[in-house]
């Protein structure tokens, strides 16, 4: 049981570079998220997603874009990446119920922009 | 969702329990309170979490006052492994809007 699996662990991307962040979860758990943490901060919501087909927006979702075609899988896109977008992404997932434990997060992805 | 105010920073001597307030005055009827913790910067960890009468598991203890405005996560013999940041978050676990919002939580220090 692998849980929350993130790809790649670390990125350096060139500005105006894109890139794709890989998560995957084998829980069938209905609800996934995507956070950013920079340095020394707590984690900020970047979008989430409710089941297949439904994704909406947090806190931060300006230069990224997600998608969520199957309940196991739902990938961050940094489009035109940016200095700012330096940070560790987090992926999580839930699911509600009786035994719900709260979210399982996966080890992050560190992403530098140059 | 209601806000939560923790500590910025707390100091716990080793082998001694540790006690991890939170205050969330705004909390509504139907939102739990969740604590995590983040070792160094590793992805968070769930620890605990209830509604209104206090809970143990294997890692902590978690007291809900009667009025629910606060809470107090116990960890009842602190070690080293122990040192990191602990978010209290309150959830409402409902539908299309179940989403954690982390605050900046505390930062525990035990001391050898």
């Known amino acids: 049981n692998a849980g929350v699996t993130q790809t790649p662990k670390f990125r350096i991307l060139k500005i105006g570079q894109s890139m794709t962040l890989q998560c995957t979860q084998d829980m069938n758990h209905n609800y996934m998220y995507w956070y950013r943490q920079d340095p020394g901060m707590g984690l900020k919501l970047i979008y989430y997603?409710?089941?297949?087909?439904?994704?909406d927006k947090g806190e931060v979702p300006n230069g990224y874009n997600v998608s969520r075609s199957t309940t196991e899988d739902f990938p961050l896109r940094l489009e035109l990446a940016a200095p700012s977008q330096t940070s560790v992404y987090f992926c999580?997932?839930?699911?509600?119920?009786?035994?719900?434990?709260?979210?399982?997060f996966g080890s992050g992805t560190r992403l530098t922009v140059v | 969702d209601a806000k939560t105010t923790q500590p910025t920073s707390m100091d716990c001597a080793e082998g001694r329990a540790a006690n991890l307030p939170c205050n969330h005055s705004t909390i509504s009827g139907n939102e739990y309170v969740y604590w995590y913790r983040q070792i160094h910067s590793q992805g968070p960890q769930y620890i605990i979490h209830g509604l209104k009468n206090n809970e143990t598991n294997e890692m902590a203890s978690l007291i809900i006052t009667e009025d629910r405005k606060s809470s107090t996560l116990i960890l009842p013999h602190a070690t080293l492994r122990d040192t990191a940041v602990y978010y209290c978050i309150v959830r409402v676990r409902l539908g299309r809007d179940d989403k954690i919002i982390f605050g900046k939580g505390t930062r525990l220090h035990i001391l050898p």
């Open positions: 997603s409710v089941g297949a087909g439904i994704t």
């Open positions: 999580a997932s839930s699911s509600l119920g009786v035994s719900n434990y709260g979210y399982t």
